[in-house]
Structure formats: structure tokens, C-alpha cells
């Protein structure tokens, strides 16, 4: 799956739900809605400390403001890591093999699209 690149934003990806970061984790939804076609739409703002998590199919697609700290994807192959600072912006499509790496505190703006496939 392609990730898609914003307009002046680095390349690409969300929250990991009933995982073992989610204690470390706080979650603000501002908007959480099923759409007509069952997809399910959530938008908000989430930080979490420092972390990582391995390389797996991203579980939605996610647009990405970052607004405080950074974190980094981490791709399968070789293929080199992109990280992500204050002001960038991206997306990840849902099923984009990545992993997802924090160094310290990290807050983002985000919305997401899970759709049934």
C-alpha cells in the first residue's frame, strides 16, 4: 500500500488500540462516528511517551499533524526509516507495513479512516 504525501510534508502514519501502550497513552476524540458505508472515522488528538512498536499492517488510514516532540516509521527490506517532526504532516494508508518509534513524548492531530476490507 502507497503512503500519500501532503503537499510540502516529509513521507509518512495512529492509535494502537488494546495494546500495552494504551495505559501510557492519552486519547482526545473529537469526533468518533460510524459513516454510512460502515467505515468508522475518528478525529482528535493523541500523545504517548516514548515507545516502540514492531513493523505490522497499519490498521486504518491516518492523516498526521505533528505538534509536539517526533517519531519515527520504521519499514520491513532495508528500506530506510522516515521521521516526523513539529509542523510535518502525513498520511498512511491502512495495510502499509510499518513500525513506529518514539524517542520521548510525542503529540499529534490526527483523523482516521478504518475501513472493512
Not at 4 to 15: D, F, N
Not at 45 to 53: C, D, K, N, R, S
Not at 58 to 75: A, K, R
Request: aromatic share 8%; hydrophobic share 35%.
Amino acid at each position: 500500500m502507497p503512503v500519500i504525501r501532503l503537499p510540502g510534508a516529509r513521507e509518512v502514519l495512529g492509535v494502537v488500540r488494546n495494546s500495552e501502550l494504551e495505559a501510557a497513552e492519552q486519547l482526545t476524540s473529537a469526533f468518533d462516528s460510524t459513516l454510512t458505508g460502515g467505515e468508522e472515522l475518528d478525529v482528535g488528538t493523541w500523545e504517548a511517551q516514548a515507545h516502540e512498536l514492531p513493523v505490522a499492517p497499519y490498521p486504518s488510514t491516518e492523516v498526521i499533524v505533528v505538534l509536539s516532540g517526533s517519531f519515527e516509521l520504521t519499514f520491513p527490506g532495508g528500506r530506510p526509516s522516515q521521521e516526523f517532526k513539529v509542523g510535518d504532516a502525513c498520511v498512511i494508508t491502512q495495510g502499509t507495513e510499518c513500525g513506529w518509534r518514539q524517542r520521548g513524548r510525542c503529540r499529534k492531530f490526527y483523523v482516521e479512516l478504518v475501513s472493512k476490507l
